[in-house]
């Protein structure tokens, strides 16, 4: 397993392009299942997750190849509708294949996703969204087994707006006859990314962005090219990292507007924010005070998901900021690893209270899941001296050459082979 050994104290500058969406280049890899074409998908970042979706593809007998940050998709030759435990464990939102396969196949076979890091994660809203439509789906033996006899268009109501479901409902939709309105629908940017690629393959679907979607079945186009939307949460990890290490760093070829609450926290924490149309650069040259309360909420709300790096950025912060975390049941196993670095953390349920410290200092800690463990490094960036940080397989699943990117900024992080480091 890899180590990274963080040396902090050095402050960041410099340019950062961001990559490409992990939480829409999944769900439109999914739906080139549905295009029966070859598709080619660009701005895709190189990370497991995404080479954990070529694998299932692959196994369900398409074609998936990646050249540089392009990856080609040809679905035209797919022959199986199962997706085996193993693979369904290397990436649980494996989930997000079940619609597009039922849309191309009308049957499909999943081995049930488990729980993660983050807590249980039940299916029961795609399975709801899904049985609308007509799906017959039976559980056994801990697998998965769906079929229609030819999916109809419905109103589908989703009792909370769950991306995935929203997503798998979407897809599922596309191969459905007639209408199909999502009412309560997610409306993450990755569901409108997801929306404009269906849009590229001749589908006839609006209201991405908005709690109402309609969707069409239709006859996909035979070949299609479409451009990733970038990475917010990657997004929003770099300003976190430049306000808990200071300096001045730009993000380039973003979207202001997709992580625009935390950059507004950041900003009333005393961080200048300079905002262009798709470009946002942080400067960092005075002690953060602790921003008002963050709760995670649904899209516009504040994204769980920036909630551990949002929390690195408070350790130090003059003050005392309540956290309440409100999609996921357990979401602050990174405040015992801040803890480690000498940070003051009160977590009460769903509520974390940080009350900022004058230093931390650095210390041997684990990721515990892929925010978390960035949040980590985060932090480690604007501790006194090193910390090392173990588990950071976890960070790979989402972030492309984490440490290449810090250092490209100027901070002093070292991979490490695990053996070498526990016996340095
Ligand atoms: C997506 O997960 C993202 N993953 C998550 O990002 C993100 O944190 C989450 O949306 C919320 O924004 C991908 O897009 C691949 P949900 P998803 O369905 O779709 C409950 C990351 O860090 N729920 O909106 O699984 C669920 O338990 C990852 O990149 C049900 O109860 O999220 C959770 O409490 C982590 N039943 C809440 O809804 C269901 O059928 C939000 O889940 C589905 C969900």
Redesign the pocket.
């Known amino acids: 397993m890899s180590v990274w050994k963080v040396s902090g104290g050095n402050k960041l500058y410099g340019d950062l392009r961001i990559q490409g969406s992990?939480?829409a280049v999944?769900p439109i890899m999914a739906a080139a299942i549905i295009a029966g074409c070859e598709t080619e998908l660009i701005n895709c970042p190189r990370l497991s997750d995404v080479e954990a979706a070529m694998s299932i593809l692959r196994h369900l007998g398409c074609k998936a190849e990646r050249e540089g940050d392009t990856i080609f998709i040809d679905s035209r030759e797919m022959n199986r509708t199962d997706i085996p435990h193993d693979l369904m464990r290397e990436m649980r939102?494996s989930v997000i294949f079940l619609g597009a396969i039922l849309a191309r196949a009308h049957e499909a076979k999943l081995s049930y996703p488990g729980g993660c890091e983050?807590g249980?994660?039940?299916?029961?809203?795609?399975l709801e969204a899904l049985k609308c439509l007509g799906a017959e789906i039976t559980e056994q033996g801990g697998d998965l087994y769906c079929r229609d006899g030819g999916l109809k268009g419905a109103r589908i109501n989703l009792s909370?707006p769950?991306?995935?479901?929203t997503e798998n409902a979407m897809l599922a939709a596309c191969g459905a006859e007639g209408e199909t309105v999502i009412t309560n629908a997610?409306r993450?940017p990755?569901i409108v990314d997801l929306q404009e690629f269906l849009r590229s393959l001749g589908a006839d679907i609006s209201g991405a962005g908005t709690p109402t979607i309609t969707v069409s079945g239709f006859s996909p186009r035979k070949r299609v090219g479409y451009r990733v939307m970038t990475d917010r949460?990657v997004s929003a990890t770099a300003l976190c990292c430049a306000a808990c290490a200071g300096g001045s760093i730009t993000l380039k070829s973003v979207v202001p507007a997709d992580f625009e609450t935390v950059t507004s926290a950041l900003e009333s924490m005393g961080c200048e924010i300079e905002r262009r149309k798709n470009s946002v650069k942080i400067t960092v040259n005075r002690q953060l005070r602790a921003p008002r309360p963050i709760t995670t909420r649904p899209y516009p709300g504040f994204?769980?998901?920036a909630q551990p790096l949002l929390m690195a950025a408070c350790l130090k912060a003059e003050g005392t900021t309540v956290f309440t975390e409100n999609?996921?049941?357990n979401r602050y196993r990174h405040a015992a690893e801040f803890c480690r670095l000498g940070a003051d953390i009160n977590v009460v349920g769903r509520v974390a209270v940080v009350t900022g410290v004058s230093e931390l200092t650095g210390a041997p800690v684990s990721a515990t899941d892929?925010?978390g463990g960035a949040a980590l490094i985060a932090a480690a960036l604007g501790a006194t001296g090193e910390t090392t940080v173990y588990d950071t397989g976890h960070i790979a699943r989402?972030y492309e050459d984490f440490d290449k990117m810090l250092m490209s900024l100027g901070a002093d992080i070292k991979y490490e082979n695990e053996r070498l480091a526990s016996v340095v």
């Open positions: 992990k939480n999944l939102s983050l249980p994660r039940p299916i029961d809203l795609h909370f769950s991306v995935g479901a997610a993450e990755e949460i994204p769980t998901d999609i996921f049941e892929l925010r989402g």
